[in-house]
């Protein structure tokens, strides 16, 4: 299979009749804006639940049934139902469920690429979860409808479409910001944050406003989720110690990390593992 065809191959997930899961890397043109992009549909009845622990991913969410009930560091009420929506990053677990009837697309962007795509404030996105009108406005109404009517998941080649049109008249990611996430990406989230201001001639305060309107949280916190995942990354070796991997993430003691775990995940670095 040639390489671009293997690297565009979707691959298929399904779980006893329950549910179906189709996930698909982006086009080369769209790579460092979009992660990816997935399509999800219950196919029995039930009562999911999940849990998705802090990341760098803001999703684009687009429903075409049954809405989901979702809670930003906590179990989702009855006024927690969201159908299509954005939402921006947060520092904390967002608990997740549905009840057999839902089905969605859903396009994964990267901090910087969800900042060109929206073309508005990541911090109107923060902590939150916008509904597509409001994010989108008509062209979301469009989306919607056009992903409606087509079959399957022919609804991966529209949405990435959409992405690329858009972004035709998106501005570019300031050079400064780009340069000082990717250091911080870059060093695991260990990188001095008064260094990088320093480097750029700006104040703390000044850096943490620009991040803000770029990615919606500032340089400290992106380096706490930055820690968290590669943490989360190195306890899935074999053989993986607490201690170590406190110490190699660059956390005070084993209990800093189990503190940061349980902001995070909402859970102990040992139910984490369970998981």
Same mark, same amino acid.
């Given at each position: 299979?040639?390489?671009?065809? #293997?690297?565009?191959?979707? #691959?298929?997930?399904?779980?006893?009749?329950?549910?179906?899961?189709?996930?698909?890397?982006?086009?080369?043109?769209?790579? %460092?804006?979009?992660?990816?992009?997935?399509?999800?549909?219950?196919?029995?009845?039930? +009562?999911?639940?999940?849990?998705?622990?802090? !990341?760098?991913?803001?999703?684009? &969410?687009?429903?075409?049934?049954?809405?989901?009930?979702?809670?930003? %560091?906590?179990?989702? %009420? $009855?006024?927690?139902?969201?159908? !299509?929506?954005? /939402?921006?990053?947060?520092?904390?677990?967002?608990? *997740?469920?549905?009840?057999?009837?839902?089905?969605?697309?859903?396009?994964?962007?990267?901090?910087?690429? @969800?900042?060109?795509?929206?073309?508005?404030?990541?911090?109107?996105?923060?902590?939150?979860?916008?509904?597509?009108?409001?994010?989108?406005?008509?062209?979301?109404?469009?989306?919607?409808?056009?992903?409606?009517? /087509?079959?399957?998941?022919?609804?991966?080649?529209?949405?990435?479409?959409?992405?690329? @049109?858009?972004?035709?008249?998106?501005? #570019?990611?300031?050079?400064? *910001?780009?340069?000082?996430?990717?250091?911080?990406?870059?060093?695991?989230?260990?990188?001095? *944050? /008064?260094?990088?201001?320093?480097?750029?001639?700006?104040?703390?305060? +000044?850096?943490?406003?620009?991040? !803000?309107?770029?990615?919606? *949280?500032?340089?400290?916190?992106?380096?706490?989720? &930055?820690?968290?995942?590669?943490?989360?990354?190195?306890?899935?070796?074999?053989?993986?110690?607490?201690?170590?991997?406190?110490?190699?993430?660059?956390?005070?003691?084993?209990?800093?990390?189990?503190?940061?775990?349980? $902001?995070?995940?909402?859970?102990?670095?040992?139910?984490? !593992?369970?998981?």
């Amino acid at each position: 299979m040639p390489i671009e065809m #293997q690297r565009r191959k979707e #691959q298929d997930r399904s779980v006893a009749g329950r549910f179906e899961m189709r996930r698909r890397l982006p086009d080369p043109a769209l790579e %460092g804006i979009v992660s990816d992009i997935c399509g999800y549909r219950e196919t029995a009845p039930g +009562h999911f639940h999940n849990i998705e622990y802090a !990341s760098l991913t803001v999703p684009l &969410v687009i429903s075409f049934a049954e809405p989901f009930a979702i809670g930003l %560091g906590k179990t989702p %009420g $009855d006024n927690d139902r969201f159908a !299509s929506f954005a /939402a921006g990053l947060f520092a904390g677990p967002v608990l *997740i469920e549905s009840f057999g009837a839902a089905c969605c697309v859903q396009v994964n962007f990267t901090p910087l690429g @969800a900042r060109r795509f929206f073309q508005l404030p990541m911090s109107e996105l923060t902590d939150s979860m916008v509904v597509l009108d409001d994010v989108l406005g008509t062209e979301g109404v469009a989306l919607r409808e056009r992903l409606g009517n /087509a079959p399957d998941w022919t609804r991966f080649d529209i949405a990435e479409a959409f992405v690329a @049109a858009r972004l035709t008249s998106a501005a #570019q990611t300031p050079l400064e *910001i780009a340069w000082a996430y990717d250091r911080i990406i870059a060093s695991g989230g260990r990188t001095r *944050i /008064a260094s990088l201001a320093e480097r750029l001639g700006w104040s703390r305060k +000044h850096l943490a406003g620009k991040f !803000s309107d770029a990615i919606g *949280i500032g340089p400290k916190t992106l380096s706490r989720i &930055v820690r968290f995942n590669r943490a989360l990354g190195l306890s899935k070796q074999p053989a993986a110690h607490w201690a170590d991997i406190a110490a190699d993430c660059g956390y005070a003691d084993q209990a800093h990390l189990v503190r940061e775990f349980r $902001d995070l995940a909402g859970e102990t670095p040992t139910a984490v !593992s369970a998981r």
